[in-house]
């Protein structure tokens, strides 16, 4: 068994960068070779794979298919938090919820949910702001681990610092005894996000139309064209009148021109 990870050459790297744009759409620039050793390397040690061309057989060999889905998980997984550039949910409050017409449920699709934060930060301040009235949000990611944290609902007591105050008196359980540093959000909000592995680079599933989807902080690891196939996916989706909404750092410059530009990494489907 190796005890570190062992060397990893271009050529290597160059069957991972493959791999991986094929399956999620994601570019490894050769600036990510320390990360993917650095989050592989456990996993040879695991497998008594003694180079990475071995453990790169194993992912594409027919008994490798499990081992691939955590390789995976592993390279695509990404760091996130609550209220994650805040003036997105300023406009969702502000300018978005006082047009919905009561009634009709309001659904939201967070469609790169990593471990949940966005989709609970968006359950908040529809919470607060439409109160028990109809809507729904749906949260998608290609991590079933991330998923799985996800759904729990269950973090570490810093990771509640970016949450309002009065948010977290409403909607979050401070954990005590064997659960002190902790908190959970209300099952109330959990109920109403549902969690699914979606894999944005493939036919996506059918899930009805939505008032707003967010695809934040995942388009920069999409070539153009893959920003391209990924956003003509997810538009038969987004009602007419509905917003889109990326992240400060991206835009959809010459990824499309169906939708509009409201405001900076904000849009809006005519």
Known sequence: MVTFAPP?????????????HRI???????????LLVGRLGKRLQHGNHR??????????SEGGRDELRIAVDLLTTNETYFFRE?????FLQQQVLPGHRRGAPFRVWSAACSSGEEPYSIAM???????????EIVASDLSTRVLERARSGHYALERAEKIPPAYRAAYC???VGVQEGTFLVQRKLRERVQFLQVN??????????????????????????TKRQVVERLLPALKPGGHFLVS???????????LKMVAPSIYRKP
């Open 24 to 34: 999620a759409g994601i570019h490894l620039s050769p600036a990510k070779k320390p």
């Open 125 to 135: 301040t529809l919470a607060d702001t439409l109160g028990e009235s109809s809507w």
């Open 173 to 175: 359980l401070k954990g």
């Open 200 to 225: 944005l680079n493939g036919a996506l599933p059918r899930l009805g139309e939505f008032d707003v989807i967010f695809l934040r902080n995942v388009m920069i690891y999409f070539d153009m064209a």
């Open 248 to 258: 400060h750092s991206e835009s959809l410059n010459g990824v499309t021109d169906v």
């Open 86 to 90: 805040s003036k997105h949910f300023d």
């Open 51 to 60: 180079s990475f061309g071995d453990y790169f057989r194993h992912l594409t």
């Open 8 to 20: 990893l050459s271009d050529q290597e790297f160059a069957q991972y960068q493959q791999l991986l």
